[in-house]
């Protein structure tokens, strides 16, 4: 035969694996900077109507916030501070662990002065325990803003011309919540009853108990921090079946905050800081 034959240039093969391997590098790096970065920092105000409309009085406005797990007074303090005054409560409620470190105590009175002059009810989590805080410094902080701790014990606060009544439970994962005060719950009014880990509720110390709390509030969850489409990877000892939001038990409607901070790791997926406003 006669002539030259043209030869085609070889095709490098497409490393397929190393393609792949390459996009699942990039989607974990862009999951870890999301859940570091952006959700922590993702602040969401949810609203609960919980009021009788047919009701002539005025309603009652209570926010929560759980888990804040202060360090510093930083831009996510900032917006939660921000976001609690701008709802006008007439309560707010930290419902535990709210500092994890005897050194934050400071971060904490920045945080409470930031919220003004609203008065404030707090109760323990199980990291005021563990941190060694001491509770009369704890104590004397909220008091110094308008607060009052309550371990084991109930306030009253007066609300235009209606009353609601706050029964602050100790800590289950940590402390000795006293199930008799249950007991003291008024018949008229609203009532809140709080209490840091919410597997109490359904715990078999309660479990022939009977109330007549209109709401009752808890955290210590996180919502699970990092979930997977919602599903928890894991909760915390103590959170008994209860993940977030709301839920029922003998007692009364429990709502469990997915809180604010986070705890161990420095990361949220799937579970947006929350700051909840009731209306009662």
Excluded at 6 to 20: A, F, M, Q, W
Excluded at 129 to 149: D, F, K
Excluded at 192 to 213: T, Y
Excluded at 228 to 241: A, K
Aim: aromatic share 8%; hydrophobic share 45%; glycine share 10%.
């Amino acid at each position: 035969m006669s002539g030259t034959q043209r030869r085609l240039p070889l095709r490098r093969p497409i490393r397929t694996p190393r393609v792949l391997a390459g996009v699942a590098l990039a989607f974990v790096l862009a999951c870890i900077g999301y859940a570091g970065w952006v959700e922590p920092a993702w602040l969401e105000i949810t609203l609960h109507e919980r009021a009788d409309p047919t009701a002539a009085e005025s309603p009652i406005r209570v926010v929560q916030l759980s888990d804040l797990h202060l360090q510093r007074m930083g831009g996510i303090e900032r917006a939660v501070a921000a976001a609690v005054l701008a709802q006008t409560p007439d309560l707010v409620v930290l419902s535990g662990d709210v500092i994890d470190d005897p050194q934050a105590l400071p971060e904490l009175e920045m945080f409470l002065r930031a919220l003004g002059d609203v008065p404030k009810v707090a109760v323990l989590g199980n990291w005021e325990y563990w941190s060694g805080v001491a509770l009369p410094t704890l104590r004397q902080a909220y008091e110094q803003h308008h607060g009052t701790l309550l371990i084991n014990a109930s306030a009253l606060y007066t609300v235009g011309s209606r009353t609601l009544w706050v029964l602050g439970l100790d800590d289950f994962t940590a402390g000795r919540p006293d199930a008799r005060l249950l007991d003291a719950l008024p018949s008229v009014g609203p009532t809140l009853v709080v209490q840091h880990s919410p597997g109490w509720f359904s715990s078999p110390e309660i479990a022939h108990q009977s109330a007549n709390a209109t709401l009752c509030l808890a955290g210590h969850t996180h919502g699970g921090q990092v979930t997977l489409f919602g599903w928890p990877l894991v909760t915390p000892p103590g959170s008994g079946e209860f993940v977030q939001g709301f839920a029922d038990s003998a007692l009364c409607p429990i709502f469990v905050s997915r809180g604010i901070g986070t705890s161990l790791l420095p990361l949220r997926f799937g579970a947006r800081p929350e700051v909840a406003v009731f209306t009662l």
